[in-house]
Nanobody
Framework: QVQLVESGGGSVQPGESLRLACAGSGFNLETYHIGWFRQFPGQEREAVACIKGRDGTTHYAAPVKGRFTISGDKAATMVYLQMTNLLPEDTAVYYC????????????????WGQGVQVTVSS
């Protein structure tokens, strides 16, 4: 059974950084792609970034390009989201998930989700 558990959320001021982690079990990063999504209150969940398990290719949604970096550690079955220069509009619940990871505009969930972590950016 695939399990995904996020950690690293919290509250920061604008311009600061956070690093989210997604700990996986029950799967091999060689055969899965993992992505990050976020959900604003009352809105649909939207893609943030993804990484291909086979070769490490990454894709990013436009609002986070140049500020967020997704990376993976296959040996540890971990995927990270390094978030820098955080903005108030980044405030959301962040989730990791198994995904299709075709392009910056084609990142979609498949079967598995983590529980989500809150990220709050405010003065």
């Amino acid at each position: 059974q695939v399990q995904l558990v996020e950690s690293g959320g919290g509250s920061v001021q604008p311009g600061e950084s956070l690093r989210l982690a997604c700990a996986g079990s029950g799967f091999n990063l060689e055969t899965y792609h993992i992505g990050w999504f976020r959900q604003f209150p009352g809105q649909e969940r939207e893609a943030v970034a993804c990484i291909k398990g086979r070769d490490g290719t990454t894709h990013y949604a436009a609002p986070v390009k140049g500020r967020f970096t997704i990376s993976g550690d296959k040996a540890a079955t971990m995927v990270y989201l390094q978030m820098t220069n955080l903005l108030p509009e980044d405030t959301a619940v962040y989730y990791c998930a198994s995904v299709i990871c075709f392009s910056d505009t084609d990142i979609g969930p498949t079967d598995y989700w983590g529980q989500g972590v809150q990220v709050t950016v405010s003065s």
